[in-house]
């Protein structure tokens, strides 16, 4: 059972230590708000990570319901599982882009996943499971245009893409997508991103000499969605920006972009005891008291994937009211220091929500940590059981 809280949200599940909660009208909401705001390339949700932490089943289902036909995962095994829960070819197609050698090739075209091949290793690889399996591939190329991580390098462009030709004219692959990946979207101005398209363009008119024909040509992520519709070509692959989180902090907040974030994380208080001041806090004492004030403790810690470094910076909203992290977090639990308010063992602690009641969110934490709203979200760990909202029917 459930109940809400003063400010609006909804309380922890009655007995549960912690939890997140996953607001599916919101995450369908930032898509309705992404298409508007591309108006004409399809949407690929990006669910890898368990959807950034949120549940890739779960999301990816209300991408699907939602009207999405594209999904994008990193590794095979998150693809393999999105069409062993159910979703099928019919319903989306699912992009994987990050193999590595001996990787699950035939179990992977038996299920009918897109495949991103960077070089001739792994386009050699998925060969030999066409043959192993008499499935013709779905391949989407990719070039690397400044990036530097995955991608092939324009040098080994032209005989990737013969290679590939020759493949696609044995009847034994379809190209059906050519992209890449953006290395400073999220910095507007920054000189890469007009380099980065241009080597694209490049890599693509490449291409289309040697005979390809890709269904869907693809290069913006989320704050390129956001920013830069020249990039938009076929197809855009929101990541963030479908969790509601803004990928342009210094831009724009997520409501200027008509997005909401879908993800709160609640708990409840463990322990309030008075102490006296100069009273030391958690590991090594890098807190103590400045007067006689009570304590709260928060059951969780890192192993659940509240940042070490939140220690001493933190935020957290008890009561309707703003406290910090008081000392170091621990693996399990943190303090916070109420000074000389008043709370009770089992009221809730709202570590970060949409923000629409004054509570922190995911951006402030980032900020506290000194890092991205991406890694508060996505570290989140298994131990803090997700409940879902607002489910499509």
Same mark, same amino acid.
């Given at each position: =059972?459930?109940? %809400?809280?003063?400010?609006?949200?909804?309380?922890?599940?009655?007995?549960?230590?912690?939890?997140?909660?996953?607001?599916? +009208?919101?995450?369908?909401?930032?898509?309705?708000?992404?298409?508007?705001?591309?108006?004409?390339?399809?949407? $690929?949700?990006?669910?890898?990570?368990?959807? *950034?932490?949120?549940?890739?089943?779960?999301?990816?289902?209300?991408?699907?319901?939602?009207?999405?036909?594209?999904?994008?995962?990193?590794?095979?095994?998150?693809?393999?599982?999105?069409?062993?829960?159910?979703?099928?070819?019919?319903?989306?197609?699912?992009?994987?882009?990050?193999?590595?050698?001996?990787?699950?090739?035939?179990?992977? &075209?038996?299920?009918?996943?897109?495949?991103?091949?960077?070089?001739?290793?792994?386009?050699?690889? @998925?060969? %030999?499971?066409?043959?192993?399996?008499?499935?013709?591939?779905?391949?989407?190329?990719?070039?690397?245009?400044? @990036?530097?991580?995955?991608?092939?390098?324009?040098?080994?462009?032209?005989?990737?893409? +013969?290679?590939?030709?020759?493949?696609?004219?044995?009847? $034994?692959?379809?190209?059906?997508?050519?992209?890449?990946?953006?290395? %400073?979207?999220?910095?507007?101005?920054?000189?890469?991103?007009?380099?980065?398209?241009?080597?694209?363009?490049? %890599?693509?008119?490449?291409?289309?000499?040697?005979? &390809?024909?890709?269904?869907?040509?693809?290069?913006?992520?989320?704050?390129?969605?956001?920013?830069?519709?020249?990039?938009? *070509?076929? &197809?855009?692959?929101?990541?963030?920006? $479908? *969790?509601?989180?803004?990928?342009?902090?210094?831009?724009?907040?997520?409501?200027?972009?008509? &997005?909401?974030?879908? =993800?709160?994380?609640?708990?409840?208080?463990? @322990?309030?005891?008075?102490?006296?001041?100069?009273?030391?806090?958690?590991?090594?004492?890098? *807190?103590?008291?400045?007067?006689?004030?009570?304590?709260?403790?928060?059951?969780?810690?890192?192993?659940?994937?509240?940042?070490?470094?939140?220690?001493?910076?933190?935020?957290?909203?008890?009561?309707?009211?703003?406290?910090?992290?008081?000392?170091?977090?621990? $693996?399990?639990?943190?303090?916070?220091?109420?000074?000389?308010?008043?709370?009770?063992?089992?009221?809730?602690?709202?570590?970060?929500?949409?923000?629409?009641?004054?509570?922190?969110?995911?951006?402030?934490?980032?900020?506290?940590?000194?890092?991205?709203?991406?890694?508060?979200?996505?570290?989140?760990?298994?131990?803090?059981?997700?409940?879902?909202?607002?489910?499509?029917?």
């Amino acid at each position: =059972m459930t109940t %809400a809280n003063t400010t609006g949200t909804a309380l922890l599940t009655d007995g549960v230590r912690a939890e997140a909660t996953i607001d599916l +009208a919101a995450l369908r909401g930032n898509l309705d708000a992404l298409r508007a705001r591309t108006n004409g390339p399809e949407l $690929m949700a990006v669910v890898k990570a368990d959807a *950034y932490g949120h549940g890739a089943v779960h999301c990816a289902r209300e991408a699907v319901a939602a009207g999405t036909r594209w999904l994008g995962t990193a590794t095979p095994e998150e693809a393999l599982a999105l069409r062993a829960a159910g979703i099928s070819a019919a319903e989306a197609r699912i992009l994987c882009w990050l193999w590595i050698p001996g990787g699950p090739w035939a179990e992977a &075209l038996r299920a009918d996943i897109d495949i991103s091949v960077s070089g001739q290793w792994a386009l050699d690889e @998925l060969l %030999a499971a066409v043959r192993e399996t008499g499935v013709q591939a779905r391949v989407h190329l990719k070039a690397d245009t400044g @990036l530097g991580r995955n991608g092939c390098q324009p040098h080994d462009w032209p005989d990737l893409v +013969a290679a590939a030709r020759r493949a696609e004219a044995e009847g $034994m692959l379809n190209v059906v997508g050519i992209w890449s990946h953006f290395a %400073a979207a999220d910095e507007p101005g920054h000189p890469s991103i007009r380099l980065q398209q241009d080597a694209f363009a490049l %890599a693509l008119a490449h291409a289309e000499r040697a005979g &390809l024909r890709p269904e869907v040509r693809h290069l913006a992520n989320s704050p390129a969605t956001l920013l830069l519709p020249a990039s938009h *070509y076929d &197809l855009v692959r929101p990541g963030l920006a $479908m *969790y509601g989180l803004s990928p342009v902090p210094e831009v724009g907040a997520p409501a200027d972009f008509g &997005l909401r974030p879908v =993800m709160a994380l609640t708990a409840r208080l463990a @322990l309030v005891k008075d102490v006296p001041g100069g009273h030391g806090v958690s590991y090594g004492h890098h *807190y103590t008291t400045p007067g006689p004030s009570t304590l709260g403790l928060v059951p969780v810690g890192y192993a659940d994937g509240i940042p070490r470094h939140a220690s001493g910076t933190g935020p957290v909203q008890v009561g309707g009211k703003w406290y910090t992290v008081a000392g170091r977090v621990a $693996m399990d639990q943190f303090v916070i220091d109420l000074g000389g308010d008043h709370a009770r063992v089992g009221d809730e602690v709202l570590l970060f929500g949409n923000g629409e009641h004054g509570e922190p969110t995911a951006e402030d934490w980032g900020r506290a940590c000194g890092t991205l709203s991406y890694e508060i979200i996505t570290r989140i760990g298994a131990r803090v059981p997700r409940r879902y909202l607002g489910a499509s029917e």
